[in-house]
C-alpha cells in the first residue's frame, strides 16, 4: 500500500534584527568614522617612524661603518694607483752617462785653475776640485745630476742606468763651456791649453765607442751651452741632441728646435725672495752690459744713445765682475724693468738675472729662442719690442711709462710662478726640464735612426728632417 509523502516545511527566515532608533544608529556610524581615523594617523605615524629609521640607519652605516664592497674598492684603487706608478716609472726615458776620460771633465776644471794660478800643478784627485761659478755653469748641474744617487733624483722625468745596452739616449758630459775660457783672463802665458785640441780629442774618443757608431750619434746628448762651445767639431756631432743657449752660432743643419734643446743660462744675480710689489722699485728701466757687441749687438750702441739721458733710466756699460754682479743685483731688485737687448748672439745671461729678480724683462732681440716654451708663455712675463721699434727716438720709453702698476705686478706673479724654471740649483728646476724636453725627443730620434738604416742615397742640398724650424727672424707675411 502506498505511503502519501509527508509535507516538506518551507525554510524558516532568520529571526528579524530588532530595529535601532534613529539617534542611536547615527552615534554608532560616528564611532566607526573615528576609528578608521584613528588607524589611518596611526599607519602614517608608523611609516614615518620606519623611514626615519631607516635614514638614521643609513647615515651611520655610510659615514661610521663602510661596507665590506667599499674597503675592497678603495683596495682595488690602491692597486691600481701602484700599478699606474710602476708602469710610469718603467716607461720613463733611460740615459746612460759615459764614464769620460777626466781630462774632458775634472780634468779642465784643474787647467782652468792652474791657469788662474790656483794651483801650482796637477793634483791626485781632481774629482775635489769645485767647479767655478759662470753663466754657462749649467753643464756642471747637469753632470751632477746623473752623478747621484737614483733614490736622489727625485722628480727627474728620466732614469739613468748603468748598463749602456738599456739605454735610449746616452749623455756625453764634456765641460765644454769651461774649455772654452780656461786661458781667458788668467795670466798671460806660461799656460798653455788647447780647446779646439780638447774637442778634437773628444770626437776620435767618441768615434770609437760601440754606441756612437751604431746610430750616427743621434741618441746622444752633449751639452753645448756657450754658442761658441764646440764649433770646431760641430760638423762631426751635429746629429746629437744639443743642448744650447741659442742657434745664433750654428748653421740650420746643425741646430734647429726640431731636434735640439735651448736650456737657460744660468743666472749671476742673487734670486728675489720677496713677494711682488711695485712701490719699491724707483727705477723705470736697467741694464748694465758691454756696450759695443758685434752683428746683432751693434743695437746696443744705439740704445745707450737714446736712453742714456732719460729721466729714472739706469743705463751702464759694465763687464762680468763681482763688483758689477753685486751692484746689478741692487739695481735689478729695484727696478720695474730690465732691458735685454741681444749681444753677439740673440741671447744673454741678463734675461735669467732680470727673470729671478722680477724685473719685467724687455726683450730686444727678434731672432731670440727661449727655453721651455711649451710650458711657458713668455707673454706673460715680459715685453717684447722689434728692434726697428725700439730704435725710434721715445718710443721705448713711452710705452714702459704706459704700463700701469698693476699690470706690472701681474708681470711680477707670472715671474714669480715661473721662477723655478730657471734656477740649476732648485730640486724641481731647470735640470728636471732639460731632462723633460730631451725626453719628448726620443720619438724623432728613432724615427732618424730607422730612417737612416732604409735611405740609401740622399743629395747633399736636400734639408734633413731635423733641421726644421729654427727662428729666422722673419714675419710670415703670407702663404
Known amino acids: 500500500m502506498n505511503r502519501k509523502p509527508k509535507p516538506i516545511s518551507p525554510p524558516m527566515s532568520p529571526p528579524p534584527l530588532p530595529s535601532i532608533p534613529n539617534s542611536q544608529s547615527h552615534k554608532t556610524l560616528t564611532l566607526i568614522s573615528l576609528m578608521a581615523r584613528k588607524s589611518s594617523l596611526l599607519k602614517q605615524t608608523l611609516i614615518v617612524l620606519a623611514l626615519f629609521i631607516l635614514a638614521v640607519y643609513a647615515f651611520v652605516n655610510t659615514f661610521f661603518s663602510p661596507p665590506v664592497a667599499a674597503d675592497a674598492d678603495t683596495t682595488f684603487n690602491k692597486l691600481s694607483q701602484q700599478n699606474s706608478n710602476i708602469e710610469f716609472k718603467s716607461s720613463k726615458v733611460k740615459v746612460y752617462m759615459y764614464n769620460l776620460p777626466t781630462k774632458f771633465t775634472y780634468g779642465i776644471i784643474e787647467q782652468h785653475s792652474m791657469a788662474r794660478g790656483g794651483l801650482v800643478g796637477p793634483v791626485a784627485d781632481v774629482s775635489m776640485l769645485k767647479y767655478p761659478g759662470h ?9 751632477s745630476d746623473l752623478s747621484r744617487p737614483e733614490s736622489e733624483r727625485v722628480g727627474s722625468p728620466v732614469v739613468k742606468v748603468t748598463d749602456p745596452g738599456e ?7 764634456v765641460f765644454s763651456s769651461l774649455s772654452l775660457v780656461v786661458n781667458v783672463g788668467g795670466p798671460a802665458a806660461a799656460h798653455r791649453y788647447s780647446d779646439e785640441e780638447m774637442q778634437e780629442e773628444l770626437v776620435e774618443w767618441l768615434e770609437q765607442q760601440e754606441y756612437w757608431s751604431r746610430n750616427s750619434g743621434r741618441d746622444h746628448v752633449i751639452i753645448a751651452g756657450d754658442p761658441n762651445a764646440m764649433l770646431r767639431v760641430m760638423d762631426r756631432i751635429k746629429n746629437a741632441v744639443l743642448l744650447v743657449s741659442d742657434f745664433g752660432r750654428l748653421r740650420v743643419d746643425q741646430g734647429s728646435l726640431v731636434k735640439d734643446v735651448v736650456i737657460p743660462y744660468s743666472h749671476r744675480i742673487n734670486t728675489y725672495t720677496g713677494d711682488p710689489r711695485v712701490d719699491n722699485r724707483n727705477t723705470l728701466l736697467f741694464f748694465m752690459g758691454n756696450r759695443y757687441r758685434k752683428e746683432g749687438g751693434k743695437i746696443r750702441d744705439l740704445l745707450f744713445n737714446i736712453l742714456e739721458t732719460e729721466e729714472d733710466v739706469v743705463i751702464k756699460h759694465g763687464t762680468q765682475s763681482r ?11 729695484t727696478s720695474k724693468f730690465c732691458l735685454n737687448p741681444a749681444g753677439d748672439t740673440p741671447s744673454a745671461c741678463r734675461l735669467f738675472d732680470a727673470i729671478v729678480s722680477l724685473c719685467v724683462p724687455v726683450i730686444v732681440s727678434d731672432s731670440i729662442e727661449l727655453p721651455f716654451e711649451d710650458v711657458i708663455d713668455y707673454r706673460k712675463i715680459a715685453v717684447f719690442v722689434e728692434t726697428s721699434a725700439a730704435i725710434k727716438p721715445g718710443f721705448l720709453i713711452s710705452t714702459l711709462r704706459a704700463v700701469t702698476p698693476d699690470r706690472i705686478l701681474e708681470y711680477q706673479r707670472e715671474l714669480k710662478k715661473v721662477q723655478r724654471y730657471f734656477i740649476y740649483d732648485y730640486p724641481n ?7 723633460r724636453e730631451v725626453s719628448q725627443k726620443l720619438p724623432l730620434i728613432k724615427i732618424m735612426i730607422n730612417r737612416d738604416k732604409r735611405l740609401v742615397r740622399r743629395e747633399s742640398s736636400e734639408p734633413v728632417c731635423s733641421s726644421l724650424c729654427t727662428n729666422q727672424s722673419g714675419l710670415i707675411t703670407s702663404l
Open 167 to 173: 739605454a735610449d739616449l746616452f749623455f756625453v758630459p
Open 323 to 333: 763688483e758689477s754682479r753685486r751692484a746689478a743685483t741692487q739695481m735689478m731688485h
Open 429 to 435: 728646476g731647470a735640470v728636471n726640464e732639460i731632462w
Open 135 to 143: 753663466q754657462h755653469m749649467g753643464e756642471w748641474y747637469v753632470f
